[in-house]
């Protein structure tokens, strides 16, 4: 395969990357664990491109931009808004969030502490939702923060140079250009203790623990390790990562999954074999997108930029699908 360095933009796409508005791939959905709250009851359709996954329900986006909620609906969570715009996702326990493509953001659900209830303005370019709180980071690298403030998780570090954000139920983490991580909130378990270094592309963020991608590929884990979810597996092959409530998943560049922490559902075992495209570790339950199909061939220097994550892609569904691969993907 093409050897290529992890960056922060080729590990921070989640899902199937989207060039000129239309998805370069769809995907179907897969997912295990936890059955219960309708979470079983998977959409039908091979046309997604995105996946989140929180402690009782998913969202997904379809490459038209719209959005399809299932699961747990007791707070409207899955009441997904009625438009195709939509570019990113974020579930928390019991509300949701999307990103538009105009850089504006909608929320819906549970709203007791005004986490549904978000800032004015279009220049907002990420969101994450945790239990009863939301974080969106602006286009000028700042975060701003909303809903239900115990242990401080309302009040972001200031700074304009963060490009990723991550909430959990009470605490949160935030990735800073130079590759270093920030983290406020609850520190009873060591959560927000962030390791030393400077070279971290992605971060998440589950109950009462953490999760770092370096970009030598390999995991780090920290924070609360009662059902070994700070454990990290070993390796250097990762190009993804999801925090669930107790458990984790990791994508590895050849598109197999590794699971661990708490399986009482069978959360943290994956379906083998599958090679799977994008990862959502749940409260009791995961989420993936997969698919084999006979893809069509790929002008990497027309149309859009095509980066590590859309590579891989592109030669592992050749190979899975038991193809020739283009010579692309040998050099």
Request: with cysteine; charged share 15%; glycine share 12%.
């Amino acid at each position: 395969m093409k050897s290529v360095e992890l960056s922060a933009i080729s590990v921070l796409i989640w899902g199937l990357t989207v060039c000129g508005g239309q998805a370069a791939f769809g995907a179907s959905l897969l997912g295990w664990g936890y059955d219960g709250w309708d979470l079983d009851g998977l959409p039908d359709g091979n046309d997604f491109v995105v996946v989140a996954a929180a402690y009782c329900h998913n969202l997904a986006i379809r490459s038209d931009g719209s959005i399809v909620g299932w699961g747990r609906n007791d707070c409207g969570q899955t009441n997904v808004p009625a438009a195709n715009d939509f570019t990113a996702i974020a579930a928390g326990d019991y509300h949701s969030l999307a990103l538009k493509s105009d850089g504006s953001i909608a929320g819906w659900g549970r709203n007791d502490y005004n986490q549904v209830t978000v800032p004015e303005g279009n220049d907002f370019v990420a969101i994450a939702a945790g239990c009863y709180h939301s974080l969106a980071l602006k286009s000028d690298g700042s975060i701003c923060a909303w809903g239900n403030n115990s242990w401080g998780v309302a009040n972001p570090p200031e700074g304009n140079d963060f490009v990723a954000v991550a909430a959990g139920y009470c605490h949160n983490l935030a990735l800073k250009s130079d590759g270093t991580i920030v983290g406020w909130g609850a520190n009873d378990y060591g959560q927000i203790t962030a390791p030393d270094g400077n070279d971290f592309v992605a971060i998440d963020v589950g109950d009462y623990h953490s999760l770092a991608l370096k970009s030598n590929g390999s995991v780090k884990c920290w924070g609360r390790n009662d059902y070994g979810q700070a454990a990290a597996p070993e390796g250097n092959d990762f190009v993804a990562i999801s925090a669930g409530d107790f458990h984790n998943l990791a994508l590895r560049f050849n598109g197999s999954v590794v699971g661990w922490g708490r399986n009482d559902y069978g959360q943290a075992t994956v379906p083998v074999p599958k090679h799977l495209l994008a990862i959502a570790a749940g409260g009791y339950h995961s989420v993936a997108l997969t698919k084999c199909a006979d893809y069509p061939a790929m002008d990497f220097n027309k149309d859009c930029q095509v980066d590590f994550q859309d590579f891989r892609i592109f030669c592992m569904s050749w190979l899975e699908c038991n193809l020739d691969p283009p010579e692309a993907c040998w050099e």
